[in-house]
């Protein structure tokens, strides 16, 4: 994922991971990144990691804080394009 603002807000908080698709739910995988960091218009990297299990995954990332003026609140979700992982992509192959 790569957040990006422009104009900058105020506060950022971004809360970001992968979720894997389970008999068309889409469930949480691995540890959520949390980074309190206000991005600005060239953004920033995050990098999402989980144990790898056969399935379609997708990347879920919600942002949330304070505009520009410092007191309007925003808060939105993004999901990433799905992409299906093998058992032998998992093992590495």
Do not use: I
Not at 14 to 32: C, D, F, K, R
Not at 58 to 77: H, I, N, T
Not at 81 to 88: D, I, K, M
């Amino acid at each position: 994922m790569h957040p990006a603002c422009d104009p900058k807000p105020a506060s950022h908080t971004l809360y970001a991971g992968l979720q894997l698709a389970v008999g068309g739910e889409w469930v949480g995988q691995g540890n959520e990144t949390v980074v309190a960091r206000v991005p600005d218009a060239a953004g920033f990297d995050v990098r999402l990691a989980a144990p790898c299990r056969e399935g379609t995954y997708r990347a879920k990332v919600r942002a949330a804080g304070l505009g520009p003026d410092g007191v309007s609140e925003f808060g939105f979700d993004e999901f990433g394009p799905e992409r299906a992982f093998t058992l032998v992509e998992c093992a590495g192959g």
